[in-house]
């Protein structure tokens, strides 16, 4: 962590804050994050068509997802390797859990189902009268490269996600298995 002046004393401000202010400060990062992954999107597909913009996306996504996972596991003690219990702890301190409304299931000891049941990409697109944004290649690699960074066991399937149809219920569901 940087120790500059300027950093310990932005340091000492955050702590003193009430824990509301600093849950909703956490809130509007991760606004803030998916938003810039979206405008950063759409200036690629609008450069290089949606091809393109897919294909950079899922590169960018499958060392993010990574990075995300080990700065998750190492700030909350979450164990390498630790199986879907570390998996499940990770996906709850997400980005897209601070935004998101998701759901985890467990239906017996060695799968684990995550479900996005709101999905503010997908919501976005709805309130403009636009499809479906067809995430399903990008989540393939995100899913699987986080599952692989918190145990290398962990096999990834998607079980629905656009461009493919999916219950009312939710936009997406990744199943997660312990091979």
Not at 18 to 36: F, G, R
Request: aromatic share 8%.
């Amino acid at each position: 962590m940087d120790q500059s002046p300027y950093c310990a004393a932005l340091r000492c401000r955050l702590l003193e804050l009430p824990k509301e202010q600093l849950v909703a400060m956490l809130e509007d990062a991760a606004k803030n994050w998916l938003a810039h992954d979206g405008l950063w999107f759409q200036a690629v597909e609008a450069r290089y068509g949606m091809e393109a913009a897919i294909a950079l996306d899922a590169q960018a996504w499958e060392q993010f997802s990574a990075i995300e996972a080990r700065r998750i596991m190492e700030r909350h003690g979450i164990a390498s390797r630790g199986g879907l219990d570390a998996l499940q702890g990770v996906l709850g301190y997400r980005l897209y859990a601070y935004i998101n409304r998701q759901e985890v299931l467990r239906p017996d000891g060695h799968t684990l189902i995550l479900r996005m049941n709101e999905c503010r990409v997908q919501a976005a697109r709805r309130r403009k009268g636009l499809p479906d944004f067809p995430c399903r290649p990008v989540g393939v690699v995100e899913y699987s490269s986080l599952a692989r960074a918190v145990d290398p066991r962990i096999v990834t399937r998607c079980l629905a996600c656009p461009p493919d149809p999916h219950p009312a219920e939710y936009w997406c569901a990744w199943e997660f298995t312990l091979a």
